[in-house]
């Protein structure tokens, strides 16, 4: 399986501010998610990173808050924009080396905002 | 709709009994895929197993064993003399074979004493 690294591991940041999270992969996958996991919860789907395109959005999240980037088959970036209390939570990256095959998950992110 | 349900929050039990972690799963596709992952203290989610819808062979790996019905739609884990290394909590996912998204479970939160 791939390995999947996650910068930050974890950061405590101030409300109204904006934090950027960066996951990296050791080899060219073709599908890469990102998660966001509330304290005590299961996992949600906030998007599809498309390479080259505009992500694809699951009902409840918008580009605005969660702007994504995938400049190339490696590489992801989640950007948690304007940031409330609410938005403390683990966030995960998971790559699917071909469509539709297992996803494997990054560390995770564990933000917490004040 | 699809859906996973984990009816057991937490379970509790002491070294060396054997534990049954229940997954009961919802999806009108003819392909899907269901699996297990393992989420320690430390927020890492650890694959565990992928089935096949087609495919409902029990499996055995070490302690671990799964049973795949596909009648009762259920896909239960099973964990032989747990360890206090087992504890953590364990998610069932659900992959669409049409809409490629992976749907997971509440969790179940295990705890072993030694």
């Known amino acids: 399986s791939a390995v999947i690294s996650q910068k930050p591991s974890r950061d405590i940041c101030q409300r109204g501010t904006s934090l950027t999270i960066q996951c990296q992969v050791d080899?060219?996958?073709?599908?890469m998610f990102w998660y966001r996991q509330q304290p005590g919860q299961s996992l949600t789907l906030i998007a599809t990173?498309?390479?080259?395109?505009?992500?694809?959005?699951e009902s409840g999240f918008v580009i605005d808050k969660f702007p994504i980037s995938r400049p190339n088959l490696t590489f992801s970036t989640l950007t948690v924009s304007n940031m409330s209390p609410e938005d403390s939570s683990i966030y995960l990256c998971?790559?699917?080396?071909?469509?539709?095959?297992?996803?494997?998950f990054g560390p995770g992110t564990r933000l917490l905002v004040l | 709709a699809q859906k996973v349900t984990q009816a057991q929050t937490e379970i509790s039990v002491v070294e060396k009994e054997d534990v049954t972690l229940d997954c009961v799963y919802e999806?009108?596709?003819?392909?899907?895929?269901l699996f297990w992952y393992k989420q320690p203290p430390s927020g890492e989610l650890v694959f565990l197993i992928r089935?096949?819808?087609?495919?409902?062979q029990n499996e055995i790996s070490g302690r671990y064993s799964w049973n795949f019905q596909k009648s009762t739609s259920s896909f239960n884990f099973t964990i032989t003399a747990s360890q206090v290394v087992d504890s953590a909590v364990y998610f069932c996912?659900?992959?669409?074979?049409?809409?490629?998204?992976?749907?997971f479970g509440q969790g179940t939160t295990l705890q072993v004493k030694p």
């Open positions: 998971s790559v699917e080396q071909v469509a539709g095959e297992t996803q494997y």
């Open positions: 080899s060219q996958v073709t599908m």
């Open positions: 990173a498309n390479q080259g395109s505009e992500a694809t959005y």
């Open positions: 999806t009108r596709d003819t392909t899907y895929y």
């Open positions: 089935r096949n819808s087609f495919d409902e």
């Open positions: 996912a659900l992959l669409s074979g049409n809409t490629g998204k992976l749907i």
